[in-house]
């Protein structure tokens, strides 16, 4: 497959971020993806997040594994670190390179069939070990490599663009993360930049497990009257929990809502996400409640957006195993290879 790069001339007046960069700086090749791919809005979204938030493209390390969603790492951020693995290995390759390299953020882009069919068993255990990730789904129910059938997250009630009927029942992969211990799970639609581009400002800046199911609807396959993931459906039953914003560390906080209307979350680095709530009494914080909201509006054939739940006491996989504070990448070698004495002691505590 032939990639072709954007051209490099650019308006010089175009808006810089902290770090003299344009948006333009964060992007990548020309996308291969069918004309109207929910999959580029997400990219969009991810240039900006990435833009706003001032990230140089070397701290940031892009993995994918297989399928049109995990194509689009190619898309954005062309000078960062970047891994593309087998189908639904992604998890296990982020955990490994997370553990050797802490100093980087991990964003994975995964679809719904290389996370909740093959990629399950390793998406399950990279919540519950909070590997310090953004792991994105673009999350259409089909596999539009080859060539439309349905995925695991597919709802029953929605049909083939055929007109087959799914005879099985969908996975929640966000209801699925807080029950395992995520500890921040958001869902978006890759038609709301507006909800989208904060929450991953967000969850770039979380430290721990960070899950974004985004429904991004395919316009070959999935995208027809029949399809509870097509952009029509998505438009007429998204029921969004609330509205947000992301506010950095240095940025002075200033807030002005009515008083139990909104509800400020501090996040491990001193950003905070400022929520006004939409929906009645609803607290992210509550896992239970979260779960009762996603399975009741998934009865109503609604899809509930917006950040689902945070918690803002979780350990990530560094802390729970107490590694070093620096990256394995900058200890020097008498630390990474102590030596006999060292083997034979660790050797001992096993006997």
């Not at 689009?72 to 982020?94: C, D, E, P, Q």
Request: glycine share 10%; net charge negative; proline share 3%.
């Amino acid at each position: 497959m032939t990639y072709m790069t954007k051209p490099s001339v650019r308006h010089p007046a175009l808006r810089q971020n902290d770090l003299g960069l344009t948006r333009r700086d964060y992007e990548g090749v020309i996308s291969t993806l069918c004309a109207g791919c929910g999959h580029d809005s997400v990219t969009a979204a991810i240039i900006e997040a990435c833009f706003e938030l001032s990230l140089p493209a070397h701290r940031l390390a892009k993995l994918s594994g297989i399928g049109c969603s995990s194509k689009t790492t190619n898309y954005f951020l062309n000078r960062s670190h970047g891994f593309n693995s087998v189908h639904g290995r992604m998890a296990a390759i982020a955990t490994g390179a997370n553990l050797a390299n802490r100093d980087l953020v991990y964003l994975g882009v995964s679809g719904d069939g290389d996370t909740a069919s093959i990629g399950l068993g390793q998406f399950c255990h990279a919540v519950r070990r909070q590997v310090n990730m953004v792991y994105i789904v673009e999350n259409n129910g089909t596999y539009g490599l080859t060539k439309g059938q349905f995925s695991a997250t597919n709802d029953r009630e929605s049909r083939s663009k055929k007109g087959k009927d799914n005879l099985f029942e969908a996975i929640d992969l966000c209801a699925m993360a807080i029950q395992l211990g995520a500890g921040f799970v958001a869902r978006g639609f890759s038609g709301d930049r507006e909800q989208l581009v904060p929450l991953i400002k967000a969850a770039i800046n979380y430290d721990g497990f960070a899950l974004l199911d985004i429904i991004s609807p395919c316009v070959t396959f999935n995208n027809h009257v029949a399809s509870t993931k097509s952009y029509d459906y998505i438009r007429d039953h998204s029921e969004a929990v609330g509205g947000l914003d992301f506010v950095p560390p240095e940025a002075e906080i200033e807030v002005d809502y009515e008083e139990g209307a909104s509800t400020s979350i501090t996040l491990h680095d001193g950003s905070k996400l400022e929520l006004s709530k939409l929906s009645d009494g609803y607290d992210p914080r509550d896992g239970h409640g979260a779960i009762d909201v996603i399975r009741r509006q998934y009865e109503q054939g609604n899809v509930v957006t917006g950040l689902l739940y945070v918690r803002e006491d979780v350990d990530d996989l560094h802390a729970r195993l107490n590694t070093p504070s620096q990256a394995l990448n900058a200890l020097p070698e008498s630390d990474l290879c102590p030596g006999q004495v060292a083997l034979e002691a660790i050797n001992e505590t096993m006997r």
